[in-house]
């Protein structure tokens, strides 16, 4: 009887998304959340001025003493962190006295004068300014306001303001993000890799995996923690405050952890896909969406570009990616019954996006706000990509509720998109699409996401738009000729899709390495938590002259949408995909070899069950290890790299011979072994 509660205990946990079914291994090493709530600072990174015993502020026993004004201490918590501080007094000087705490996510803008900027851009890089303390008048415990909440950071820099005797011992920090969960290490999710092809650490992409999922992590937080609109004004104390209602419920996630703490809804069509294959914490995906359609324009029907208080409008690219986030939310939870509650506005929404579309049979493109690429305007590639994938999974969705005429009919226009999308936008001569009909401009959004979405008619077609995308790389990546002098991690994430969907598999590790690869270990980054961009050269300067104000400090180095290779590294590397709701029908397609791997495992959790897999690469054959949910089916597609034309190739599922048709084969459900000779 026991055992059987115990057993129905499980499924309802895990119905909630809360199941711990990730098994451990050596990968939970590189898993990057805390373990506690309260962390503490891991180490002292500079002293300056006159302080005894720093190292006495990472604990309770004996504190550090600073004796004169203008002597500060930094302290490193390891990672990236959000929360609030806690610091004991131990004794505390006449009353009038303050120290200040000044905050930063890189150790370029360690300052004991400033923070780096989250509120407003500013070319100084020191509009936040720092968090002046009142010195309480008798010793104990302090703990920072919640309005000043500072949400991610790494560095934390303590300085006093006085030339009497001030000792501070036991400095803390109570995470702030993923509120609703007590384990945060409690994964559905992993993945398992050695790469041979990156210098100096053969764990690069396990560590990217988890530096992916942690990112999202820290992206999860109290609906009441967002930026403060209009920004809070320049003064003597800091100029932020992080105590604005972020949407109609929380948890919800937004775009980063220190800056804009606000939704956007293209940011989460990289980063949902990261939080399914790692956490399966899909409540505040549910809450970002919801909060989008109740703030739609009842008249036009045109959803905003971000959520409140910021509230941006105007964007029809960001407009889709709210209605294909809601297929997302679907396809990773089943939650039908949440469809059909916005179903009345989601098709309003989808009607605001066809009258867009004129004779020409593209849609003309006017809400021109955008991930910050420059042009966009009129009949524009980028767009109508978008808008084919809204319409593709706008049919699939109207499927499942049954309505099979609007279903029909979404996919008749999304066909005929893509024809026109082919005449109007494909360079046959270059092998790549164009931005409008009045350029030859090739951008990386519209050409990674054309590839990515199958907007492309043949497979020709995809593998001459990934040789044109990897014409624009430098060392440490792609420069999209939409946006000057800049990375972006965001569109990389798809272009880094377009490249397995090409299969160019070897490209697609070498992309990782380059640009994630710089990411996560230079060290102007927080070497934990991803970055929101860069310029050319790898320097902070993210869109200096486009709308961030000349300001690297403004920057955000924990934002989802640059972690797009953890969902890839699920999806492609290891294989493994869900295709039909929850994983009802699923995918294994192992991108085997690519960038020289020999051994990948991973999987992740669906309401439905566990889907996990591994391979091994031996003396050119590959053994291929799958478990899904029995009841569910799914398709193996013979791995191309590794078998050229497939003349002489020969397939083994459980150690009986397999028939395969056109490289593939439908599985059941339950445990294979594949062996592909
Ligand atoms: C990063 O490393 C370089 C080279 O070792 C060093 O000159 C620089 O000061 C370091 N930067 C920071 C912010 O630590
Ligand atoms: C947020 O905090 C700021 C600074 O403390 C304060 O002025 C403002 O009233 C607070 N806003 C809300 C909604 O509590
Ligand atoms: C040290 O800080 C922790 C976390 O804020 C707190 O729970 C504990 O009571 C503090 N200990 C002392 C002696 O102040
Ligand atoms: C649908 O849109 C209206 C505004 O037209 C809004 O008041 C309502 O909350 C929305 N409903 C849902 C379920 O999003
Ligand atoms: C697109 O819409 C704009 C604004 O309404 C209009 O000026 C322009 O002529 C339209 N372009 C096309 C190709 O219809
Ligand atoms: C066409 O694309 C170019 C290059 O991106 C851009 O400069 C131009 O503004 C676009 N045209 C329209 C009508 O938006
Ligand atoms: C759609 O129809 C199927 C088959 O009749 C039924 O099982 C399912 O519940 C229906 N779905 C909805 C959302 O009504
Ligand atoms: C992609 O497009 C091609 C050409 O239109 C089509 O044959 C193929 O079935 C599509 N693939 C998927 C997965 O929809
Ligand atoms: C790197 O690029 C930035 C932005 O374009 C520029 O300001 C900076 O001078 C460059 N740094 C180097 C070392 O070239
Ligand atoms: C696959 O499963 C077999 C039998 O369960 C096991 O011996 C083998 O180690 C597994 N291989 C991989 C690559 O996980
Ligand atoms: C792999 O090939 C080598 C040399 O051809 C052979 O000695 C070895 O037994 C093979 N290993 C397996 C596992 O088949």
Redesign the pocket.
């Known amino acids: 009887m026991n055992l059987l509660r115990l057993g129905l205990n499980l499924v309802a946990l895990r119905l909630l998304g809360v199941g711990a079914v990730a098994p451990s291994g050596p990968w939970d090493a590189f898993n990057y959340a805390p373990e506690t709530r309260v962390v503490t600072p891991i180490s002292v990174r500079a002293v300056e001025g006159d302080v005894v015993n720093a190292e006495g502020l990472l604990g309770a026993a004996s504190g550090a003493e600073f004796t004169s004004s203008g002597s500060w201490v930094v302290l490193d918590f390891g990672k990236e962190v959000g929360g609030l501080i806690s610091l004991r007094f131990d004794t505390v000087p006449s009353e009038g006295s303050s120290i200040a705490l000044s905050f930063t996510e890189s150790p370029q803008f360690i300052r004991p004068d400033a923070s780096d900027d989250s509120s407003f851009p500013d070319a100084s890089t020191t509009y936040d300014g720092v968090l002046r303390v009142q010195v309480p008048s008798s010793e104990g415990l302090w703990t920072q306001d919640a309005d000043s909440l500072r949400a991610g950071f790494r560095f934390l820099t303590i300085v006093s303001n006085t030339d009497e005797s001030v000792t501070i011992s036991n400095v803390s920090c109570e995470i702030s993000f993923m509120p609703h969960v007590d384990d945060m290490r409690a994964y559905t999710g992993y993945f398992y890799a050695k790469d041979p092809g990156f210098e100096d650490d053969e764990d690069f992409l396990t560590k990217l995996w988890y530096a992916g999922a942690y990112t999202v992590q820290t992206n999860t937080v109290p609906v009441d923690t967002g930026r403060m609109v209009p920004f809070a004004p320049r003064g003597i104390c800091s100029a932020w405050a992080n105590n604005a209602t972020l949407g109609i419920a929380g948890p919800i996630i937004v775009d980063g952890a220190k800056r804009d703490r606000a939704v956007w809804p293209g940011d989460m069509g990289i980063a949902v896909p990261t939080q399914f294959v790692s956490t399966l914490d899909l409540l505040p995906t549910k809450n970002a969406l919801a909060t989008m359609f109740s703030k739609i324009n009842p008249t036009t029907g045109a959803l905003p570009e971000s959520g409140p208080p910021l509230s941006q409008l105007g964007s029809d690219t960001y407009h889709m990616w709210t209605l294909i986030g809601t297929h997302n939310y679907y396809l990773y939870s089943g939650d039908i019954g949440w469809i059909e509650e916005i179903w009345g506005n989601y098709t309003k929404a989808v009607a605001f996006l066809e009258g867009k579309v004129g004779s020409v049979g593209l849609m003309n493109?006017t809400g021109l706000r955008d991930w910050a690429r420059?042009?966009?305007?009129?009949?524009?590639a980028e767009g109508n990509a978008i808008l084919y994938k809204t319409l593709t999974t706008a049919s699939d969705l109207a499927n499942a509720l049954n309505k099979t005429s609007l279903a029909s009919s979404y996919a008749r226009n999304a066909i005929a998109l893509k024809a026109r999308f082919n005449e109007v936008f494909w360079m046959e001569d270059v092998g790549m699409y164009?931005?409008?009909s009045?350029?030859t401009?090739t951008?990386q959004d519209a050409n990674s996401l054309a590839v990515l979405f199958n907007v492309t008619n043949t497979m020709e077609q995809k593998k001459r738009v990934s040789d044109g995308l990897m014409a624009n790389w430098n060392d440490l990546g792609p420069l999209p000729?939409?946006l000057p002098d800049t990375i972006s991690p965001f569109i990389s994430g798809f272009e880094l899709q377009a490249h397995f969907e090409a299969g160019s598999d070897d490209r697609a590790i070498d992309l990782l390495h380059r640009t994630w690869g710089y990411m996560l270990y230079t060290n102007l980054s927080v070497e934990s938590t991803l970055l929101e961009g860069f310029t050319a050269n790898g320097s902070l300067a993210y869109r200096a002259n486009v709308g961030y104000n000349h300001d690297p400090a403004y920057t955000s180095h924990a934002h989802g949408w640059s972690t797009g290779p953890t969902s890839a590294l699920t999806i492609y590397v290891l294989g493994l995909s869900v295709t039909a709701v929850q994983g009802s029908q699923w995918s294994l397609a192992p991108h085997v070899s690519a960038g020289g791997l020999t051994e990948v495992e991973g999987g992740f959790e669906t309401t439905l069950g566990w889907f996990g897999a591994s391979w091994t690469l031996k003396n050119d054959s590959v053994t291929i290890n799958v478990t899904t949910p029995e009841g569910t089916s799914g398709t193996f597609r013979v791995p191309n790299t590794l078998t050229g034309s497939g003349e002489n190739t020969k397939v083994t599922v459980d150690g009986e011979d397999a028939v395969i048709k056109d490289m593939q084969m439908e599985l059941s459900g339950g445990s294979h072994v594949i062996v592909v000779s």
């Open positions: 493109v420059q042009g966009g305007g009129g009949i524009n164009r931005d409008n009045s350029t401009l951008p000729p939409e």
